[in-house]
């Protein structure tokens, strides 16, 4: 499917300040990046480049007054995403050396702590894709969705013992439960068609079988029609807006539509 998707956001800045931003979406695995526009109100100069896990990041210093952040994209999208019932797990000697940093602990990731929980969740699934499908399925059957229940703190124990967030810490908790098996995990922040209520999305991407499988325990059935943004080891890699001063987002609009 071709999507018109985009953000909007909208700043108060008090003073001069430094801002990352993470908004452009690259071609890659299930998305064509067919057209993309860019729009920063005030005009002012912007750095790109390139981070640790290949996202596209903005550098530039926000000025003080009402200031705005716009791009919109057009992409092909694929439908489905892939699934691989009985996909092997690969022994962590045959993983390949850029993938064995999503084994480890992370800041919202503990999964030195969560081996005993993922142990009792996989049962006797066949190791590899199969484990992770029971991971994400207990997820989405045993967390409650809800507004309110979490911050930019909480982490995937918060979420394993409170047993309520939203997408960011159902994605925390599947990460760490795969990583606990001695699976990678990493995850993933972007677009989803027809999310309910529309905002940017969260989920995960497991490595199984020599390559990354999706994983989005807020959705009961696999959902295509994605836009990745963005990569990382949890939510402190790929935050789509990192400020370095006293400025106060005070707008922010999301839309996803289809491209007639």
Same mark, same amino acid.
């Given at each position: 499917m071709k999507?018109?998707?985009?953000?909007e956001l909208l700043y108060d800045v008090p003073a001069p300040a430094p801002l990352v931003l993470m908004l452009r979406p690259r071609s890659g695995a299930g998305q064509w990046i067919i057209s993309e526009e860019y729009q920063i109100?005030?005009?002012?100069? *912007?750095?790109?480049? @390139?981070? !640790?896990?290949?996202?596209?990041c903005q550098r530039l210093v926000a000025p003080e007054g009402s200031f705005s952040v716009q791009i919109s994209l057009v992409a092909e999208t694929a439908d489905r995403i892939d699934v691989a019932p009985g996909a092997p797990f690969v022994p962590v000697q045959d993983l390949p050396d850029d993938v064995l940093q999503f084994l480890l602990p992370s800041r919202y990731c503990q999964s030195d702590r969560l081996g005993p929980l993922a *142990?009792?969740?996989?049962?006797?699934?066949t190791p590899g894709y199969d484990q992770v499908e029971a991971i994400? &399925?207990?997820?989405? &059957?045993?967390? @409650?969705y809800q507004y309110g229940t979490s911050d930019a703190s909480t982490s995937a124990v918060d979420t394993a013992e409170k047993r309520t967030g939203v997408c960011r810490d159902f994605a925390?908790?599947?990460?760490? !439960?795969?990583? &606990?098996?001695n699976i990678p995990a990493r995850m993933v922040v972007g677009y989803l068609y027809q999310l309910k209520p529309m905002?940017?999305?969260?989920? /995960?991407?497991?490595?199984?079988?020599?390559?990354?499988?999706? /994983?989005?325990? @807020?959705?009961?059935?696999?959902?295509g029609n994605r836009i990745v943004v963005a990569y990382g080891r949890d939510a402190a890699d790929v935050a789509l807006a990192t400020q370095y001063g006293a400025m106060?987002? @005070?707008?922010?609009? *999301?839309w996803v539509e289809e491209k007639i």
């Amino acid at each position: 499917m071709k999507l018109f998707a985009g953000c909007e956001l909208l700043y108060d800045v008090p003073a001069p300040a430094p801002l990352v931003l993470m908004l452009r979406p690259r071609s890659g695995a299930g998305q064509w990046i067919i057209s993309e526009e860019y729009q920063i109100e005030p005009n002012i100069p *912007v750095v790109e480049y @390139t981070d !640790l896990y290949g996202n596209l990041c903005q550098r530039l210093v926000a000025p003080e007054g009402s200031f705005s952040v716009q791009i919109s994209l057009v992409a092909e999208t694929a439908d489905r995403i892939d699934v691989a019932p009985g996909a092997p797990f690969v022994p962590v000697q045959d993983l390949p050396d850029d993938v064995l940093q999503f084994l480890l602990p992370s800041r919202y990731c503990q999964s030195d702590r969560l081996g005993p929980l993922a *142990v009792d969740i996989i049962g006797d699934a066949t190791p590899g894709y199969d484990q992770v499908e029971a991971i994400r &399925s207990w997820i989405q &059957s045993h967390i @409650t969705y809800q507004y309110g229940t979490s911050d930019a703190s909480t982490s995937a124990v918060d979420t394993a013992e409170k047993r309520t967030g939203v997408c960011r810490d159902f994605a925390h908790l599947g990460i760490s !439960l795969c990583r &606990s098996l001695n699976i990678p995990a990493r995850m993933v922040v972007g677009y989803l068609y027809q999310l309910k209520p529309m905002d940017l999305h969260a989920w /995960f991407e497991a490595f199984v079988d020599g390559r990354w499988y999706t /994983f989005d325990a @807020t959705q009961q059935e696999p959902r295509g029609n994605r836009i990745v943004v963005a990569y990382g080891r949890d939510a402190a890699d790929v935050a789509l807006a990192t400020q370095y001063g006293a400025m106060t987002l @005070t707008e922010m609009n *999301v839309w996803v539509e289809e491209k007639i």
